[in-house]
C-alpha cells in the first residue's frame, strides 16, 4: 500500500511539473486560450499513456528487459526468423492463439518469450509473466487461490507460463491448471515454454 502511494505522489508531482511547463511555454509563446487549451489537454493525455504503460510494464512482471531486435538468431540458427517476425506482429495475441515453445534449457525460450511479451505491452495489451512453480503454488493457496486465482490469470490478453517441464503438479494443482487454460482458451493468447530435459533438438515456436 505504501509503494502504491509513493507512485500516486510521484504521478501528481509529475502532471503538476508538466502543467508548470505547459504554462511557462504559454507565457513565452503567447498562445490564445484555445491553443493552451489544446496544448495542455495533449500533455494530459501523453501523461496518461506514459503512466499506462508504467503500469503495464509492472503488472507484467518481467523477469528481465528482452528485445526480438536484439535477438541473436546465429545463436539458434535453426530458429526460423520468419517465424518470430510473424509472432512479433502479434495476430496471436489478437486471434487468442496460444504458443508454445519447446525445447532444452538454455536454448532462449524465455528470452524470445519475453521479447514477445514486450512487443505486446509495446502494443497496449495486459501481460502477466509467471513461472509453473509459482502459478501452481498460487493456484491452490489458502488465501486467493483457486476459483480468484483462475480469474486473476485469466484476464490479460497474454499470459506467459514459464519453466513447463520442471515442476511436478499434485492432482489439485492439475486440475485447477487445467481449469485456466479452459477458461483462457479462445479468449486470451498464452505463450507456454516447455524444457523437455532430454531433448536434441533446438527450440521451434509452434
Not at 493552451?36 to 493525455?45: G, I
Not at 518481467?62 to 528485445?67: G, R, V
Not at 545463436?75 to 515453445?101: D, G
Not at 523437455?196 to 509452434?206: A, N, Q
Amino acid at each position: 500500500a505504501g509503494d502504491n502511494r509513493d507512485l500516486h505522489r510521484g504521478d501528481r508531482r509529475q502532471r503538476q511539473m508538466c502543467i508548470r511547463d505547459r504554462l511557462d511555454t504559454a507565457r513565452q509563446e503567447q498562445l490564445s486560450y484555445e491553443a493552451f487549451l489544446t496544448l495542455a489537454l495533449k500533455a494530459e493525455m501523453d501523461g496518461r499513456d506514459a503512466r499506462a504503460r508504467t503500469r503495464r510494464f509492472r503488472e507484467a512482471r518481467l523477469p528481465f528487459p528482452s528485445d526480438l531486435e536484439r535477438f541473436d538468431f546465429r545463436f539458434q540458427p535453426s530458429l526460423s526468423e520468419r517465424v518470430v517476425r510473424e509472432l512479433a506482429s502479434l495476430n496471436f495475441v489478437k486471434t487468442a492463439t496460444n504458443v508454445v515453445l519447446v525445447g532444452p534449457p538454455g536454448v532462449g525460450k524465455t528470452h524470445l518469450a519475453c521479447g514477445l511479451a514486450r512487443k505486446a505491452l509495446d502494443a497496449g495489451h495486459t501481460v502477466r509473466f509467471v513461472t509453473l512453480r509459482e502459478l501452481s503454488a498460487q493456484l491452490v493457496a489458502p488465501r486467493g487461490g483457486g476459483v480468484n486465482a483462475i480469474r486473476r490469470y485469466s484476464q490479460p490478453m497474454l499470459l506467459v507460463l514459464d519453466e513447463m517441464g520442471y515442476t511436478q503438479l499434485t492432482p489439485v494443482q492439475a486440475q485447477a491448471l487445467f481449469d485456466l487454460v479452459l477458461a483462457r482458451y479462445e479468449h486470451r493468447a498464452t505463450i507456454f515454454t516447455l524444457s523437455l530435459i532430454h531433448i536434441s533438438e533446438p527450440t521451434r515456436p509452434y
